[in-house]
């Protein structure tokens, strides 16, 4: 049962990093419409440099709460749980044989199957707990990069 544990855990870390992906991206508005816009004279516009743009600091990942929350949330059903916490214990399972080296596992795959567990978490709760789908999505890349790097994967595992 402790296993299970450590691997939902892992997976919430892995779910948060694809909100970060999921950020909503604003857009400029169109430009208004007016009777005018028939007599239209282009003017050569001046050169700006974009201004450079302020990047928000991101919080530390929490994997514990991260993976709190994954268990009591009601957007899954038990038997859901169940089943996402035995694919998280085989990937994780991958994980450390790849990195104790008693199996060259390719990695490329291991992303594949991290990115579709994430999806298929992401699916499950998107419409019963949305922020909890978001603080997964923007956790995605900080949980991948736990799970491939050896000595970050041991202080978690």
Not at 19 to 46: F, G, K, R
Not at 129 to 142: F, K, M, V, W, Y
Request: aromatic residues 4%; hydrophobic residues 45%; proline residues 8%.
């Amino acid at each position: 049962m402790k296993s299970a544990s450590i691997h939902v855990g892992i997976l919430c870390i892995a779910l948060g990093t694809a909100l970060a992906w999921a950020e909503v991206t604003q857009y400029p508005a169109a430009p208004p419409e007016s009777a005018s816009a028939a007599v239209i004279v282009e003017q050569p516009s001046p050169v700006v440099a974009p201004a450079p743009v302020a990047r928000k600091l991101e919080p530390p990942l929490d994997v514990a709460a991260l993976k709190t929350r994954l268990r009591e949330t009601h957007a899954i059903g038990v038997f859901a749980k169940l089943a996402l916490s035995n694919q998280m214990d085989d990937l994780v399972q991958e994980f450390r044989s790849l990195h104790l080296g008693g199996r060259s596992n390719n990695v490329t795959k291991l992303r594949q199957r991290y990115d579709l567990l994430v999806l298929k978490v992401l699916a499950l709760i998107q419409d019963g707990d949305p922020p909890l789908a978001r603080t997964i999505a923007g956790s995605r890349e900080a949980i991948w990069s736990i799970l491939a790097d050896p000595e970050q994967f041991k202080s978690v595992g």
